[in-house]
């Protein structure tokens, strides 16, 4: 009788299994986030270092044209690093996980999620870029967050639950934000460095770690 509902409750847990990879995208690594974590605490620092060094430039020498292009142009050049690091390893991490659990990684499952997450990340992006072309900066890093995580809430539906709760902690925290404007870099590294870091360990810990095999002895 044990052992007969034990085979159900195997059967069972095969069929959730497949219904969750049907429906959702599993192959979400955590060790995806901890890389993006690291490459925007990494982008933070050179943006600091960048901005100290306007500041200087700004307290000796006054404010002039050639120095604030300079100024949005680096940092420009530094949050598109970000990106493109952060994308390439996310992307590196997410075949590695769905070669070795033998999964598509481009499914449709796979493109139900991009198309979610790139509607409010596009929309994002733009109205940033305009705030960008017109030197409204108090906002910016803000906005990141916020429109970061309408993204992943968006597309939350299509993956793992956590993606969810990381959403609503970057749209928490970008909106804490606007009313602490002068210190933007630090929320923007807090929400796209901190969070990400935590959510990729609890990830990897919960969906990836390896657990231990039981003893025989264990068992009986």
Not at 6 to 14: A, E, F, G, R, V
Not at 73 to 93: C, Q, T
Not at 194 to 218: A, C, D, Q, S, T
Request: charged share 15%; hydrophobic share 50%; aromatic share 16%.
């Amino acid at each position: 009788m044990v052992e007969q509902n034990q085979q159900t409750l195997d059967t069972l847990q095969d069929i959730k299994r497949m219904m969750e990879r049907s429906s959702r995208f599993i192959s979400l690594s955590g060790l995806s986030g901890i890389a993006a974590g690291i490459c925007a605490l990494v982008g933070a620092w050179f943006a600091k270092q960048k901005l100290d060094d306007y500041y200087v430039n700004f307290n000796n020498g006054g404010y002039t044209d050639s120095g604030f292009r300079q100024l949005k142009m680096d940092l420009f050049i530094i949050s598109m690093l970000v990106l493109a690091a952060a994308w390439v390893a996310a992307f590196y991490f997410t075949w590695r996980k769905a070669r070795h659990n033998k999964l598509p990684i481009w499914d449709l499952t796979a493109k139900r999620l991009t198309i979610n997450m790139l509607i409010p990340l596009v929309a994002g992006g733009l109205f940033i870029l305009a705030m960008y072309q017109y030197n409204e900066w108090i906002f910016i890093a803000p906005a990141c967050l916020v429109f970061y995580g309408l993204a992943l809430v968006n597309a939350s539906k299509y993956t793992l639950t956590d993606v969810k709760y990381l959403g609503l902690s970057q749209i928490l925290l970008g909106l804490i934000n606007t009313q602490f404007v002068g210190y933007g870099l630090y929320f923007w590294a807090a929400g796209f460095g901190v969070l990400h870091i935590i959510y990729g360990f609890v990830m990897w810990w919960k969906y990836e770690k390896r657990r231990p095999v039981p003893h025989r002895g264990n068992l009986d």
